[in-house]
């Protein structure tokens, strides 16, 4: 008879009025029960995902039910993953606080383990990407071009008005040889593709490494920023996000434990 494990996962995203959010969140749960219950001999992984805005219920009422959930199935401690990309006031202030409402309801032990864009978690998948990129970006370049262009690399965050919090990005870009660009501060996307195609960068390519779990608004505004700058797309390339890549849940799984 199969068992279940005796600890649950909870993934924690932001949540997002665009249904593309929520289904890779669904998107990826199935990918990391399957992956959890192949590492777990066969025991069956209880595992789901609520948001902390635009949710059905406040986070700590979320997690509580879900703990209510698992608990009759022997689950006895309860992983709660934050699907955040930095160091933000979610991740420091409102998770925490949301979590211990939780707690002081449930005889289930809450653990919160560190964002998912802690400690270079996710840098084998901006490799995917950098490689994705390069792969397209020579496949567009005119068929005259002797040689591939060089790529100035961009890594491109959502961004914080936390202090400090940007200094995580700039960190993981000068690990990719990137520079950062951000959609809430500075540098702008647009202020950093004008600068690398200035003077100094004419013949480059710009390779946009999307800092972003799932399709979404965000990434729609960003692309149609892209399109007014009008650069032809062999010079300037978005990638799909960081959901899109198969080394994703393979990181996330990772994280989990």
Known sequence: MTSAATTAYLLITHGSRDPRSQLGAQALVRQLQAGLEQRGAGQIAAIAHASLELGPAPLHRQI??????????????LKLLPLFLL?????????????????????VSLLLLPHLGAEGALLPVLKAQQAWLASQLQAKAPALSPNPSPINWVLLAHGSRRPGAQGAIAQLA???????????????????ILALQGPAGAGTSVGLLSYFFFEGGILDRLQAQLDELGLPPHRVLLSPPLGNFPEFSVAVLAHLH
């Open 64 to 77: 509580e039910q879900f703990a209510h959930q698992v608990a009759p199935l022997g689950v006895t401690s």
């Open 174 to 192: 000068q690990t990719l040889g990137a520079s950062p660009a951000y959609w809430v501060g500075a540098p702008s996307l647009a202020d950093c």
């Open 87 to 107: 160091p933000g006031v979610h991740v420091c202030e409102d998770l925490p606080a949301e979590i211990a409402q939780a707690q002081a309801k449930t005889a």
